[in-house]
């Protein structure tokens, strides 16, 4: 099994900025795309950005250039560096990875519990 921990959610006014971590730990042979999913009240889970193994990154057309993703392979976690927040990216965020486990010949996908991240205007 894998385990996800998020953090560096909260309440920041728009404009300013807020980094997510989100770290895994647990039966891990190799971690493929990391990624950060949100979902609003009444909307569906959207991505906001990914990043694979090797470093290739995508992010959603509404956060380009405000949103920067990262990985640190040494400690299976990935960041998400969120800049001149809005109020429309108020919304839980989750962090989802794609593993291969030492237990299974697939890999499989796990997700965070979810971080609040509130942006007041």
């Known amino acids: 099994q894998v385990q996800l921990v998020e953090s560096g959610g909260g309440l920041v006014q728009a404009g300013g900025s807020l980094r997510l971590s989100c770290a895994a730990s647990g039966s891990i042979f190799r971690i493929n795309v990391m990624g950060w999913y949100r979902q609003a009240p009444g909307k569906q889970r959207e991505l906001v950005a990914a990043i694979t193994s090797g470093g290739r990154t995508n992010s959603a057309d509404s956060v380009k250039g405000r949103v920067t993703i990262s990985r640190d392979n040494a400690k299976n976690t990935v960041y998400l560096q969120m800049n001149n927040l809005k109020p429309e990216d108020t919304a839980v965020y989750y962090c989802?990875?794609?593993?291969?486990?030492?237990?299974?010949?697939?890999?499989?996908?796990?997700w965070g519990q979810g971080t609040q991240v509130t942006v007041s205007s």
């Open positions: 989802n990875v794609n593993v291969n486990t030492l237990m299974s010949l697939y890999p499989m996908d796990y």
